[in-house]
């Protein structure tokens, strides 16, 4: 993939993440927003919408860095475990599916029910289910468990510093966005690597679903 590619989905993620975390924030800071409406204060009501766009855009960067690590993350895997990657995987998807759940009802001190947190990671693994059978059904079927060791492990772990706010509004607008940034970067990379003038993918058993020399689908 050349640099104006690259460039291009930059910006393509910036812009989602942007209006994602914007979209989100007026379900979940309702009041907030009220509070300009009656009566009507456009400055601070102007000022309200380019702080959450402004949240979303940084959410975004925090998505895509990820996304970066994890190109490199899966490399190294591939490199060190070979055959056995695809299986660590699967062992850490479930370990941070069960921190998902631990971890934020150990925090919250028995005040909100762990059923809430078992029906968040459940969400999470649906969905991340649902967008890697998209990814192998347009790429190849061993992508299914790098997609959804991205959409999941990954996403958790750029979620973090959300869920360690005092307040659930903040960590709400950044897995929103995390999710629709990881999917659209998930979805997107083979058809950006799939060209001639592709250099090539990240890997063998990598979730671009290219050939590492002729960049084409395998069957």
């Known amino acids: 993939m050349n640099t104006r590619k690259w460039v291009g989905m930059f910006f393509k993620t910036l ?23 009656n009566p009507f ?12 766009l402004g949240l979303g855009l940084v959410f975004s960067v925090v998505s895509q860095t990820g996304f970066f690590a994890y190109l490199f993350i899966n490399q190294f895997g591939l490199g060190l475990f070979r055959s056995f990657w695809p299986k660590v995987q699967l062992v850490l998807i479930a370990f941070v599916l069960f921190d998902l759940v631990y971890f934020p009802y150990k925090e919250s001190e028995g005040e909100t029910p762990i059923y809430v947190f078992i ?8 969905y991340g289910l649902f967008i890697s059978w998209i990814k192998a059904s347009q790429t190849k079927r061993r992508a299914f468990i790098p997609a959804l060791f991205l959409m999941i492990v990954m996403t958790a772990v750029e979620w973090v510093p959300g869920l360690r706010t005092s307040g659930t509004e903040y960590a709400w607008m950044m897995i929103t966005t ?3 940034c990881n999917t659209y970067q998930l ?8 060209s001639p003038s592709a250099q090539g993918s990240i890997g063998k058993g990598s979730i671009s679903g290219t050939n590492q020399k002729t960049g084409s689908k395998k069957a």
Do not use: P
Not at 30 to 35: A, D, I, K, L, P
Not at 41 to 52: E, P, V
């Open 15 to 37: 812009i989602l993440g942007g209006l994602v975390g914007l979209i989100t924030s007026i379900f979940v800071e309702t009041e907030r927003y009220s509070m300009f409406l």
């Open 41 to 52: 204060d456009l400055w601070n009501l102007s000022g309200s919408i380019i702080f959450f």
């Open 178 to 180: 995390l999710l629709a």
């Open 187 to 194: 979805l997107i990379l083979h058809k950006l690597t799939n």
């Open 119 to 126: 029906i968040m990671s459940a969400a999470i693994l649906i």
